[in-house]
């Protein structure tokens, strides 16, 4: 055993040690290290996770304190608390950012979203290629959704004027899209007041409807009085020649 493999065993032993005081872990690894050589001990701590806290169900103690947790902070010479900086939220008269109290700090295993990840981001340049049943774009301009849980987010904030866009104008309501494209195009602007949204113009609630209809199913999602938006229009005209 060279100098540095028992410099690294001594440390893992310190740790858990404080992290599991009945010693059952350090057992665990000192009869694991004491069969390997050096070449596959170093084989095995550049594995992905090699150190796991492990527990025998009805027999340990379970999950380590708080205590323990922090002594096995200190046996690492980890801080388990920093002061924060927040420059954007607060600054003295000199334009230095202020620091709050100690706050406790962990590494968190969490994944980052899609969305989140720069190189994996899409945006789409074009919108003449359309799905023709959803009105979702295709090809290479296919870009993001608006997801369920957004949407939620949305209408908790009452953001009911950005529900409107994002759902009419910038998704399938092809007349609501027509009409900005004409604003911006005449006017150079846009004004969201300006835009008539109906529910009977976007695609994908046509589609909806249509299998509904299909299956014997009547909704008001864009039918009134038991009538689908065309035969509306139809007896609107038919009233109006009269």
Known sequence: MNAKRKK??????????ALDPSKANTNFYKEL?????????????????????????????????CEDITNS????GIPLFEEIFEPYRYEDKDGKAIGTKQCIIAYINLVSMKQMVSKKNSYGSEATQRETKTGRLTGHDKAGLTSDREAEALIMFNMNDTIDYLFHEMADDMEAKQQMLTQINTTGMYSQKDVSRESANQISKNTVSAYLIGSCLYTNMINKEYMTPYTVAEKQKKTERE
């Open 8 to 17: 690294a065993e001594e440390l893992v032993y310190k740790f858990f040690d």
């Open 33 to 65: 290290f004491a069969g390997m050589s050096d070449e596959q001990f170093l084989k095995f701590v550049k594995g992905k996770l090699p150190f796991r806290h492990q527990i025998a169900p009805f027999k340990d103690k379970g999950e380590p304190r």
């Open 73 to 76: 902070y200190k046996a690492l």
